[in-house]
């Protein structure tokens, strides 16, 4: 078993759910679960994956804003 942190923003406040993950799934049907676009940067162990790659049971994930400016 292994719980996402995902970090949301909403306006001004930023929130952190966790959320259990129970079996082997794509970052794509992860953030579909949460009801997120795909957007978002999806981490595992510190490193970015694809929508492709599969986030396994024990994984640590941490989901956040695709945060953009200049």
Known sequence: MS?????????????AT????TSTKTVADLLHELNLS????????GQRLELDALVNENDRVVVLPLITGG
């Open 38 to 45: 795909t957007d978002h940067v999806v981490l595992v162990d």
């Open 18 to 21: 966790l959320v259990e993950v």
């Open 3 to 15: 719980w996402v942190s995902c970090l949301t923003q909403d306006l001004r406040t930023i929130r």
